[in-house]
């Protein structure tokens, strides 16, 4: 058995976008979108797929690699994801990681057994024989493993490259046949070394050209975007994050004047963002830009609404429908740009088998009958990538680097409760507390997110010596490079007491703060 925790299988992105590309088959493994990443990071496109996908998609995309990712099943067991052959004749390099590593000695005709000692975090590894794989890194180095299947020998034609503490083989090669192997995780930061050995892959194995790049993102773009556009109207669903302004600016470095930008003012957004992004895009980048407040609009359309996937397809389904009537306007308009990410894609479980972790507004809250074609710029990118495609646009360090902020707002921190306008104020002035105390303490760019949750809780307290009775904010605050997983931040204890003293003094309803330290896995960023 090899991973134990699993995310969803990722679905593919949308069509390449780059002229070479190394392919990942997720076999369910809890790390399979840092593969994708790592490979990313060295200058290569990369894209996950379900195991499953099939070997003409895979053939289709003429990859100069094909990875096969760690998964949570035993090669054993009855139903385990097995692997297509006919991958092996594609005429391109293989390597397997953990489970993919497994398979790939199981069927070739190695031995995989299930060990006495299951091998979890940190382990010691061993080099023997660097081969072509392990060459020139250390003999001794330490990897992350996360198995209880092990191989115990290679299959014929194979090099037994290195061992670990519980892994008598725990890489493999065959040079000739293409063929590699390990049993450890190299795209965790976990592994000191798993980005040299997946650059050793990529540039001495599998001979791709490292020229993915923010730049060629935007050229490779705005071709697609011309080409899918051509002289049709677009309106882009404007809200001032990162995401939705890198696809604005796409779009209208493609098509210009055919561009117009819609933005919502939902009542549901943080302090005083409405006006920061109206004026940004009006003065800074004179793009087109119309401005609808429908704040009673979302407001009535959440009442008495407490589901957290309720109030995300009724926010999803509403901005929809005012990107429509505000189309409707615009003569020709036939297209809506959104920005969607691929992190957004692979948790609201876009593709077969896929487990749907949550809807996102970009992807889950769409209604059946949408009436515009949607043009997703930033669809095969995670945000680390669409920040770097900012700052190659020259949107300014403010914007680049503006914390996430998800799609259906404040509405979804209002945790099991109605989101109504006095609990939303209450959410708000917290959230504006917390943020002016940690840029004060330069914190700011350290956090991948830093908000606030307002439960539908209230608690006793002690004010001015008489009994209170009040709402309870939690702050989250956590570090990560993707979202994809994420650690709870080490806030100063001066700050969070700071943080919680002016909570509680300056919000009449709040007495009571406190403080979530859960890490993703098993939590997620927000709570709902």
Not at 109 to 118: L, Q, S, Y
Not at 177 to 193: A, L, S
Not at 454 to 459: A, Q, S
């Amino acid at each position: 058995m090899t991973d134990v925790a699993t995310t969803s299988m990722a679905p593919a992105a949308e069509p390449r976008v780059s002229t070479e590309e190394v392919v990942v088959l997720d076999y369910g493994g809890q790390y399979s979108q840092l593969i994708a990443r790592r490979v990313r990071e060295l200058g290569v496109f990369s894209e996950l797929f379900p195991h499953h996908v099939g070997v003409e998609e895979v053939a289709r995309r003429r990859p100069c690699g094909l990875i096969l990712s760690g998964g949570p099943a035993s090669v054993y067991s009855d139903g385990a994801p097995a692997l297509d052959r006919r991958l092996l004749e594609l005429g391109i390099p293989v390597l397997g990681i953990c489970y993919g590593m497994q398979l790939l000695t199981r069927d070739l005709g190695g031995r995989v057994e299930a060990a006495d000692v299951g091998e979890f975090g940190r382990s010691g590894l061993r080099v023997h024989d660097p081969g072509r794989l392990l060459a020139g890194l250390p003999a001794e180095q330490t990897c992350w493993m996360s198995h209880r299947d092990t191989v115990f020998e290679p299959p014929p034609g194979f090099a037994a490259l290195a061992s670990s503490t519980a892994s008598p083989v725990a890489a493999l090669e065959d040079v000739e046949r293409g063929v590699y192997g390990i049993q450890f995780h190299p795209e965790v930061v976990h592994t000191p070394y798993g980005q040299a050995i997946l650059e050793r892959f990529l540039a001495d194995v599998c001979g791709c050209e490292r020229t993915w790049s923010a730049a060629s993102i935007i050229d490779e773009q705005i071709a697609r975007i011309r080409a899918q556009v051509g002289e049709g109207r677009v309106i882009c669903g404007l809200s001032g994050g990162v995401d939705s302004s890198v696809a604005a600016l796409l779009v209208h470095r493609a098509v210009g004047d055919q561009l117009t930008c819609v933005f919502v003012d939902h009542g549901l957004m943080r302090r005083n963002e409405g006006e920061q992004v109206i004026s940004a895009f009006r003065d800074a980048f004179h793009v087109p830009l119309v401005a609808v407040d429908a704040q009673d609009r979302f407001l009535a359309r959440l009442r008495g609404v407490t589901d957290p996937e309720a109030k995300r397809k009724a926010i999803g389904e509403e901005f929809i429908r005012v990107f429509e009537e505000e189309a409707a306007r615009l003569e020709g308009a036939r297209y809506l740009v959104q920005g969607t990410l691929y992190s957004d894609v692979i948790e609201s479980g876009g593709g077969t088998g896929t487990a749907t972790i949550k809807s996102h507004h970009n992807v889950g809250g769409l209604p059946a009958d949408l009436e515009l074609e949607l043009v997703e710029p930033l669809r095969a990118l995670f945000k680390d990538e669409v920040r770097r495609v900012g700052a190659e646009l020259g949107l300014p360090e403010r914007l680049v680097w503006r914390q996430p902020f998800p799609g259906p707002g404040l509405a979804i921190r209002i945790v099991g409760g109605e989101a109504t306008r006095e609990r939303l104020e209450i959410l708000r002035n917290a959230d504006a507390i917390l943020q002016d105390e940690i840029r004060r303490a330069g914190l700011y760019r350290e956090l991948w997110q830093s908000f606030c949750v307002l439960p539908d809780i209230r608690t006793v307290g002690v004010q001015g010596d008489e009994r209170t009775y009040g709402s309870v904010v939690v702050i989250r605050a956590v570090t990560s490079d993707d979202a994809m997983t994420a650690d709870w931040a080490r806030l100063p204890y001066e700050l969070l007491e700071q943080v919680a003293s002016r909570m509680i003094a300056e919000i009449r309803d709040v007495n009571r703060v406190v403080l979530d330290i859960t890490s993703k896995p098993p939590g997620t960023i927000e709570w709902e």
